[in-house]
């Protein structure tokens, strides 16, 4: 076992040190090679140092260079060294994390690292977290325990009567909510398209000034940080017209809510810490590898409720809080402790710096794409850039050649009527170089195209 561990330690170091120089999208020949990796369900055996091998030289080179500085798609971040390093050792743990008696050091660092985060976003320090695979789940916990309450205040037990012949639940949404809420509402039951929809600005903030809120149980699905412009919905003033009804106010943040450990940026989000619930990501912002996401609820009781579950086989009833408890699974891996490592590696300083960092690096972006004649089309308020080269059909093409053409890779994206490259700046190794250097790229391949 150490020998392969070494060997496969200096492999992955290897690949990460290869990563500033290679294309960032893998060549067609490493895609086609992957078909050597099938063949067949193996018959027989093959030594565990032969199978690392393979995988190493016929899978890695067909890798997009995700964990490398000058992947700009969707919203995603690296692995730091902590949290990459965090995630092996707790691969050998193999902590199955559901039950705080059974796996005490695992359950404690998400216990640690809930209590660090709700103070890095200033939310209230006795809110209840969830570790779940990533923010679309995150939104789905976060309902649940919405549906959960709004319909316990209605004299409903949805978790032991479901929803047939409950009383109506009104659910209010965004013109630009993420599918993840749309399709977390199809899943706890309350329905993809049965709902209200607000109309949204010209930055794809939701207009709130049309609302009106009435007696009825209501779940209010909001945003921070919007995916294509960055724009935070005004949670603040949504949280004002709740009053005292029975109004659920949900947040999702899956990169957005991070602006809140920054000084420079959390005007944004003013009134966030007087949401119900946050789903947010880790292995987007805070650069923790896949897959990592919270449900963060004010009310412990209503989550809890929502998820957890009795078994006579299982010693739930401690007192201690078991992970499985607020989670939709009951095995599961430990999610804390790459999140605790993280956190310890950079502290909240370090957490700050790297948001502002991105934020400043988009502004970079924007401001190069703007000297050279390129539209930006939403003002740049986070980590987030979207630019037009052209008509539709342009944008597209240039779209694609500045991935074939390899120094970096962003993804195309519509929005508002237009046809845009989005750029999304959230990998902790991206350099001003990085920067200066993708935009070169990004500029002669437009003037060519
Ligand atoms: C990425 C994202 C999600 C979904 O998160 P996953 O981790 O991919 O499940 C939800 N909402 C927003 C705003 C996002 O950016």
Redesign the pocket.
């Known amino acids: 076992m150490r020998e392969l561990l070494r060997d496969t330690a200096e492999r992955a170091a290897n690949y990460l040190e290869g990563l500033a120089d290679r294309q960032v999208a893998p060549s067609d020949a490493a895609v086609a090679a992957l078909d050597r990796l099938g063949g067949g369900l193996p018959k027989s055996g093959t030594p565990a140092s032969e199978v690392v091998a393979e995988l190493d030289a016929l899978a890695g080179p067909a890798t997009m260079a995700m964990a490398g500085p000058r992947f700009f798609g969707?919203?995603i971040g690296g692995s730091t060294p902590a949290g990459l390093a965090a995630n092996w050792l707790a691969g050998a743990w193999d902590q199955n994390t559901c039950i705080e008696t059974v796996t005490p050091a695992t359950s404690r660092l998400e216990q640690i690292a809930r209590d660090w985060l709700l103070e890095l976003l200033g939310l209230p320090a006795d809110a209840e977290a969830a570790f779940v695979?990533?923010?679309?789940?995150?939104?789905f916990v976060s309902l649940a325990a919405a549906r959960h309450a709004v319909l316990r205040r209605a004299g409903w037990d949805v978790e032991a009567d479901g929803l047939i012949g409950a009383p109506d639940v009104r659910v209010i949404v965004s013109e630009e909510t993420?599918p993840?809420?749309t399709k977390s509402l199809g899943l706890v039951g309350l329905g993809r398209t049965r709902v209200d929809s607000l109309p949204t600005d010209s930055a794809g903030r939701m207009r709130t000034e049309s609302l009106t809120l009435d007696d009825r149980p209501t779940i209010i699905c909001a945003?921070v940080?919007?995916?294509n412009t960055g724009a935070s919905d005004p949670i603040g003033e949504l949280a004002e017209k709740i009053e005292d009804r029975n109004v659920w106010l949900h947040v999702?943040?899956?990169?957005?809510l991070w602006l809140a450990a920054s000084e420079r940026h959390r005007d944004q989000l003013t009134g966030v810490e007087l949401a119900d619930s946050w789903?947010t990501?880790a292995?987007?912002w805070l650069n923790v590898p896949y897959?990592s996401?919270l449900a963060i609820v004010r009310d412990r009781d209503a989550l809890r409720s929502a998820m957890s579950i009795t078994a006579a086989y299982l010693p739930m009833e401690s007192g201690a809080r078991n992970p499985a408890d607020y989670t939709p699974e009951l095995s599961r891996r430990a999610r804390g402790v790459e999140i605790w490592a993280v956190l310890r590696e950079l502290g909240a300083a370090g957490v700050e710096a790297m948001i502002d960092r991105h934020c400043e690096q988009a502004r970079r972006f924007a401001k190069g794409l703007n000297d050279a004649g390129f539209e930006i089309l939403a003002p740049v308020v986070m980590n987030q850039v979207l630019v037009s080269f052209g008509s539709p059909r342009r944008t597209a093409d240039v779209i694609a050649a500045i991935q074939q053409e390899g120094t970096c890779w962003c993804g195309i994206t519509a929005w508002q009527g237009h046809t845009a490259m989005r750029i999304s700046v959230s990998g902790h190794s991206t350099t001003n170089a990085d920067v200066d250097q993708s935009l070169a790229a990004m500029i002669a391949v437009a003037k060519r195209v």
Do not use: E
């Open positions: 969707f919203v695979t990533g923010a679309t789940v995150a939104n993420h993840s809420v945003q940080g919007n995916v999702d943040g899956a990169f957005g789903a990501d292995h987007k897959d996401g």
